[in-house]
């Protein structure tokens, strides 16, 4: 599992720096988290492949979380696109992009599902590979997180092993998923010869806007890697607080409560030109914290 | 007059190319002409300043002309913007700008006005400096392109006449609106010695999405500077006619028939990646064509 950042900023585009939109990729999916303006286009820029994205989760209705969604809907449906798509999202999206595609006399040709957010916390999609819940932060309007949670993560492949008994690599993904391998000549290789357990599954935590608050600290806990905005540094922790959003000391307070594994930053306020202090402030608190760059793909 | 093209590709981004907007400016006014996705940045790249508008006009509803409205109203509101703004396009706009901006919690404080294109042809802004009129095109939906006429052209300095007058330069600005200068000892020098007549005024006209037809050439005749959608080649045409679109070659034709002094080319599909071809093309029938490149002025 990783994570692509397509968007750091928060609402005012800035210095190169677009709105949020992050892409999580995973088994063969990718599970895009907000939509800002300018989503389709930095998808392009990253090489995030349309045709891969079947859930789509929109946090809460500010506009810089979900102005790029319409748009990608409808390139889409200019590609052709056949394959189903589901989108989480607050119970007023539903209602907006179906007004627009009528007005545009718009008909997506692919199945669009649209699953309206739990009041509180819930299991939004529980699949083979991954399980998405959704939990509720304080921001000026509602809003929601999200944890993304592998599954059934496959089994690692010995390669050394695999080698030497001759398995070719048309194979190799049936042994992931536990086969035995059998030769032409009838001999069976029991899979635990040539493969290992698999990683334990890894947890992705997004914070989405939030005011800092303990009340979702129980959904986020644990974490291998938390996203937590950081609109302000510390130094503005007023406006933080007065515009329901935190500070990267704040985030990184949260990462540590969490006992998260990592904690990238984002949603940075446009008076910032330089984020590299979002990262010193957060570090004094959260040694493995980052302030996250565009088009930067980080690990889970 | 000028026009910065701020995209010039169809529907589907591509190559770098942004969908429709373009940027008029005259007098001390930017007029918006379509409102693409990604607006407010090609805005901010191309030093397009947001506090000059106060007039927007939107052809028609498909998401390419005017998904980037949203965030830049947004981002209006959140720079603190306190002027009119006027926004005339289809009457579908209203209520979905509305309901975006409801579902975020947002309420403008500046006046946002919205005026409802007519069904046919007509003035929908007529002010001291320039008229804007409609007109409609052939679209697979209903869809209008504009004409903008400058208006009371300010008077030509004539500098050398200005020096030797000794007339300072902070006067030249009442000389353009046709004061005499009278002197610290009471001389008056009369306006006509040192300016001359303002250069006719200047046409400007929008075909927005359109079949080639000449159902809207009495609208576009003789227009300065015509801008005329060619979403494709003239190898193409049928693929135009089906989408309700035009080509390079039907483009030129228009502007020969309306007698144009200059035709912009733009709207390209994103199949195409090099758009030298519509220029070429266009040539063959109207020698002053170009294929407009994104970030360009062009004198109107």
Redesign the interface.
């Known amino acids: 599992m990783n994570v692509t950042i397509l968007g750091n900023n928060s609402?005012?585009?800035?210095f190169g720096r677009?709105?949020t939109c992050q892409a999580v990729e995973l088994s063969s999916e990718i599970i895009l988290i907000d939509c800002g303006?300018?989503t389709?286009?930095q998808m392009?820029r990253y090489g995030i492949k349309w045709r891969r994205v079947h859930h789509i989760l929109i946090s809460h209705?500010?506009?810089?979380h979900y102005?790029?969604l319409?748009?990608l809907l409808?390139?889409m449906s200019?590609?052709g696109r056949k394959d189903e798509l589901h989108i989480y999202g607050?119970q007023?999206?539903e209602?907006?992009v179906d007004?627009?595609m009528h007005?545009?006399?718009?008909q997506f040709e692919f199945p669009l599902h649209f699953h309206t957010l739990p009041d509180g916390a819930g299991v939004i999609s529980d699949g083979t590979y991954f399980k998405i819940s959704c939990f509720p932060v304080q921001h000026?309007?509602p809003c929601h997180g999200f944890v993304i949670e592998q599954k059934n993560a496959r089994r690692r492949l010995l390669i050394d092993q695999c080698e030497a008994y001759g398995i070719p690599k048309t194979f190799y993904g049936p042994l992931k998923l536990g086969e035995d391998y059998v030769a032409p000549d009838g001999t069976v290789v029991p899979n635990e010869l040539v493969t290992a357990e698999s990683l334990p599954p890894r947890r992705y935590a997004y914070s989405a806007d939030t005011l800092f608050s303990d009340s979702y600290l129980p959904y986020i806990q644990n974490a291998d890697v938390l996203y937590h905005e950081s609109t302000y540094l510390h130094a503005d922790v007023e406006k933080a607080v007065a515009r329901f959003h935190s500070t990267s000391m704040q985030a990184a307070q949260m990462a540590k409560m969490a006992n998260a594994g990592q904690l990238l930053l984002g949603h940075f306020s446009s008076k910032y030109k330089d984020i590299t202090p979002f990262q010193e402030e957060a570090r004094t608190i959260f040694e493995n914290a980052m302030a996250t760059i565009e088009g930067t793909t980080y690990p889970v």
């Open positions: 609402a005012l585009p800035a677009h709105p303006e300018g389709q286009v392009q209705m500010h506009g810089d102005f790029g319409p748009g409808n390139s200019l590609q607050p007023q999206l209602p907006i007004a627009m007005a545009g006399g718009h000026r309007i």
